[in-house]
């Protein structure tokens, strides 16, 4: 195991050297928490379509349990359980524009991981930084337990557990657990943990924080010490489910329209209703629930007991449980919304649930249509501080603040962003596809091949994989 | 399909090529036998151990079921469920012997497959060629059902189904099915159906033809049509067994000795009694049956219902049902062994079955200690014509024949290699391990790490893997 354990060290001292300036140490957070006997314990996995860019590279890593689909390279790193979803990478010769500006790709964009320990993190799609629109590089990072890396290129960079970086390339920084940041560019920071911050340049800026207290009981995370929480329990708690599906090659066929994709690597438990143009990704669960036409749910989300009237995304890692979602409905990344049985969640349509949102409630709750909704809410009184129609958000010309909510800028601006960007996320997974029209992930991703990789089963180079190169 | 369509085209159209001499058509042989669309049904899957080289380039070539072990590279090539098995490869430095020649390897030795098709054939270990003892090829070639090129470069030449070529280099041959060649070198040579031949260079030579009309009951091979016969039927009525074992990731471990391996894609049914050194190799099928301290199991071999008492070699692809086989006792490439319940086949100990023999029996049959068998056996009256004591072959100085077979040269030298290759067999296969020395592939084996691979599915090049590299 030496070997491996000296590529642990590897990344840990070159994440410090990084984090220097910023006092960080890496090692108590995460020496312990990966037995370094984990990582010959489960296969790793890529995936072949005529549809996506193939070129794979993994030199000198570990990569257990971790799935890859689209151009990727990982060089001296620890993937552990980790999803590196590059399907929408750009293409050679593909004009990429970032505000004014606009530059044409040199050649096929690819994630590059470098020096770096990936535990249980998604990393998905494309870099936003026009500074490297081949590149989406991952580098001298160290990223927990449901990390999230969208879009975001990190340089020495330390993230918590269930911490996205969305659209943000980072420098040397820490990101506390459960921090949400859409920021463009950052550098040399330390981020609380439980911060939701979304920066529109210099139009907007929200920003959020939880109170610590509250915070721990979803997720705690200190030096020496696994992750501990409700987060952390329910995902524990759903682990088992998924060990069927990584062990049998064949599933049997689970029937969905033929504009719809559901994941070979989903779980799904009875009794569930499919629409069309439904997206269902790798490692979501799905138990007791209606998706309508057009509805998602990506990466790492659970939706039990539950109604999505249709065209709802369910951002990667988000969760709802006992809720019903009005169409057009989003919740946002890594959100927790929970009812309980026979005590609904009720979210009226055309709602956003933000980023990194716990709705956690023990009596029946309902958020009227069209609300934008943060931060935790436990109950209707909460709600009043936790929410605003949108039509009110997008007239604040200069500011708000609400709670422990502060808003700057332009709210139009703000509500703008959101629905943009929602119209693309419905747009890239498929839900507008009309027979022929708008495909996208929902009808590209349902016929895809899976290769497994395995490690060196004894010696020293045990855990570590051979190295190998897939070209189309 | 199409680019798939165009490869087996291609291939199909250089062995006719290099056939022409010989007036040979391969293709009303091979295009209809395997369809296309049975290409992306199996997943291909490779060993990684430190015990053995790693290398594998794949490039332009369908691959459906096949297993690979040792460094291998398969170039425009169609593999259908075959099992490459490089394990015995010469490493860099070696030197190797051939007679009174000796020659130092100047590099690892690879197996190297190009512009051919193999259909459920096995290719095993290493080339006996002192002209390229740093290359085992196979070019311009098409082997059908469970051939076995083992040991043998190959160049233009056509296997029927159940065709042996043991250590022997061919170019240019077209050998029939059910033919066992162990020849050396030979070249422009079109091998009838059921010839088993053993040539010594100039100092012996054994020649055994199956009638026509009984071996057509047991394999049959004509253009345009599947190859039928009781070992075709055989075959198949066990597939389905098969399924489960490349189905699922995780199988239940069965409890073997520690000095013992079995191969995770093998077949065990109950109840099996397994004994210290013992080799279970992929794709073996073993039900209700004795192995004895130190016998072994091949690639493709059938014990049903049987006793081997020890020390027992099953070359690749024999069938054992029914039998009791005394200690020490050899048993040939797919050889066909098939007592009934209650009406046993038994062989004493130290016997020698020669390859591709077939004992076939209805009424209790009994091989004493020390016999050569051979041919064709239904009866005791068979026998007569079919076996001797070993030691009367020994003694053999210039001649003899009986029944169909015709042996000339020195009967102790051909007793002798056949003595030193089983003593070889069981040595390389780990019987004779203490403990602490004589490690062979049953101590090796029992730690590997298999990583699947599947092709396109879908698109103009559904069927074809793309380019894959493994190195350490």
């Known amino acids: 195991m030496s070997k491996l354990t000296d590529l642990f060290s590897r990344i840990i001292q070159r994440n410090n050297i990084n984090l220097r300036e910023l006092g960080f140490d890496a090692k108590p957070f995460v020496w312990e928490i990966i037995p370094a006997d984990r990582m010959n314990k489960f296969y790793a996995f890529y995936g072949i379509t005529p549809h996506h860019p193939l070129n794979f590279q993994f030199v000198h890593s570990a990569l257990a349990g971790s799935y890859f689909l689209g151009r990727c390279r990982a060089t001296n790193s620890v993937l552990y359980k980790s999803d590196i979803r590059g399907d929408e990478l750009k293409k050679k010769g593909e004009t990429f524009r970032f505000g004014e500006f606009e530059i044409e790709t040199a050649k096929d964009e690819e994630i590059d991981i470098e020096d770096s320990m990936l535990i249980k993190t998604l990393v998905h799609n494309y870099s936003h930084d026009p500074e490297t629109p081949e590149t989406f590089f991952i580098k001298d990072t160290v990223a927990t337990h449901y990390a999230n890396i969208h879009g975001s290129p990190s340089d020495g960079s330390f993230l918590g557990p269930f911490a996205t970086v969305d659209l943000t390339t980072m420098r040397d920084c820490v990101i506390g657990a459960f921090s949400y940041v859409q920021a463009g560019e950052i550098s040399h920071m330390k981020i609380d943990p439980g911060t939701v911050w979304v920066r529109g340049g210099d139009q907007f800026n929200f920003l959020y924080r939880y109170p610590e207290n509250y915070l721990n009981t979803y997720i705690y995370f200190r030096a020496g010490i696994q992750p501990k929480g409700v ?80 065209n709802n995304v369910t951002a990667h890692g988000a969760k709802i449980i006992e809720a019903n979602l009005g169409v057009n409905g989003f919740v946002g990344f890594n959100s927790f919304l929970r009812g309980r049985p026979g005590r609904q969640l009720t979210i009226g349509k055309d709602s956003i649930v933000m980023p990194h949102t716990i709705i956690d409630i023990r009596e029946p709750l309902t958020i009227p249509p069209g609300h934008l909704v943060w931060g935790l809410v436990t109950s209707q009184e909460d709600l009043e501080t936790h929410s605003m129609p949108i039509d009110k958000m997008a007239a604040v010309e200069s500011g708000v603040s609400l709670g422990n909510m502060y808003f700057e800028g332009s709210g139009s601006a703000f509500v703008t962003a959101f629905r943009d960007r929602i119209h693309h996320i419905l747009e890239a997974n498929g839900a507008f596809f009309d027979g022929t029209n708008n495909r996208g992930h929902a009808q590209r991703n349902q016929n895809i091949s899976f290769n497994t990789i395995q490690p060196y089963p004894e010696g020293e180079l045990e855990g570590l994989y051979p190295t190998i190169r897939i070209e189309p």
């Open 231 to 310: 987060f952390m329990d329910f995902m524990e708690d759903r682990e088992e489910a998924f060990k069927r599906i990584f062990d049998v090659v064949h599933l049997d066929p689970v029937s969905v329209p033929a504009s719809a994709s559901l994941d070979r690597y989903a779980v799904i438990k009875p009794k569930m209703v499919i629409g069309e143009n439904v997206l269902i990704s790798q490692r979501a669960f799905l138990q007791n629930t209606k998706m309508g036409k057009g509805a998602n749910a990506q990466e790492n989300c659970f939706i039990i007991n539950s109604t999505l009237e249709g």
